[in-house]
């Protein structure tokens, strides 16, 4: 992920030989927090996140030639273990359904 983003804004990257792909988006969902203000809890915001990026992925399919990288930080941690699991497998089988480029990162075993 952190190459994809260098070589696009014109980095040296670490390889002799490097073809990326061109990103129309990144999209991120990093970090843990509320929206007291707005009347959001964790997982309101993250569950809120990841329907935006899942809408931006599904949209962006529908023209030719696009690709997405997705990069995901702790999904879940709102909830339960349990729930936290399913909606980080559900949001997984998603990503490889859009075929976006994803950096998934969860603490769920």
């Not at 952190?2 to 030989?17: N, T």
């Not at 023209?63 to 729930?83: F, H, K, P, Y």
Request: aromatic share 8%; net charge neutral.
């Amino acid at each position: 992920a952190v190459i994809s983003i260098m070589g696009h804004i014109g980095f040296p990257v670490p390889a002799k030989i490097a073809h990326l792909p061109y990103l129309n988006n990144i999209l991120t969902r990093i970090g843990t927090q509320d929206n007291i203000e707005g009347n959001a809890s964790t997982f309101n915001v993250e569950m809120s996140s990841v329907s935006h990026i899942l809408s931006s992925l599904k949209s962006t399919r529908l023209t030719s030639n696009t690709c997405s990288l997705a990069l995901i930080d702790e999904l879940g941690r709102g909830t339960s273990v349990s729930d936290g699991t399913a909606i980080a497998w559900a949001c997984c089988e998603a990503f490889l359904k859009h075929k976006a480029y994803t950096l998934f990162v969860t603490h769920f075993s």
